[in-house]
């Protein structure tokens, strides 16, 4: 009888291995170079990232409210004192036209009115703008400072948890504290030779 359309010899696919750690794939168990192998690139560690908007800027309120608090206060005590010093200055100059005793003196009253409402809207907005740049560029700089505070704090809260040593500590790129990731990697891998021996 003949064989039914597509039905022909079978063929014997050979098994697909995967390849072998530290080798690339397609290379036959060629070995990766040590910098490839141990170095996990940017890119990926940079993948488990949030997008910068998405991300959580307020993660040690305790320290970062109230320096955002102090600058915004700063920012609006400056703002009231220009304010203040700007009515004083007004108030002078609407007292002097009044003593010279002018034809036109009510225009000219006018006219500094006018003018020092306009002034006080203007004050008004930059205000509001100066508060919103000082306090979003705060919490922003404070981030830098308080985010290592937090990575710190748990590093050695796994310690307790586990009393083992721990992996080595490290800060996101651009974190203020830098110097010292080394410094306490250096003290427990002192420790843990002494610990060996």
Do not use: C
Not at 90 to 103: A, C, D, G
Not at 131 to 151: C, D, E, F, N, Y
Not at 170 to 183: C, M, N, S, V
């Amino acid at each position: 009888m003949d064989k039914p359309p597509g039905v022909g010899p079978k063929t014997q696919s050979r098994p697909t291995v995967p390849p072998r750690p530290g080798t690339k794939p397609g290379t036959k168990g060629r070995p990766m170079p040590a910098s490839q192998a141990a170095a996990p690139s940017k890119a990926s560690a940079d993948a488990g990232r949030p997008v910068w908007y998405k991300r959580k800027y307020l993660v040690y309120p305790k320290f970062q409210m109230p320096l955002i608090i102090l600058n915004s206060m700063v920012t609006i005590f400056l703002f009231s004192l220009v304010a203040y010093l700007v009515i004083r200055s007004h108030l002078y100059l609407e007292q002097l036209v009044k003593q010279t005793r002018l034809p036109a003196q009510n225009l000219f009253i006018q006219l500094l009115t006018e003018q020092l409402r306009s002034l006080l809207i203007y004050m008004a907005i930059a205000l509001v703008i100066g508060v919103s740049s000082t306090a979003t560029l705060t919490l922003l700089l404070s981030h830098k400072m308080a985010g290592p505070m937090i990575r710190l704090k748990n590093f050695f809260a796994n310690i307790t948890k586990s009393s083992e040593f721990p992996e080595q500590l490290k800060f996101r790129e651009g974190d203020f504290f830098q110097e010292l990731p080394p410094t306490v990697n250096g003290a427990f891998n002192a420790l843990k030779k002494k610990w060996q021996r």
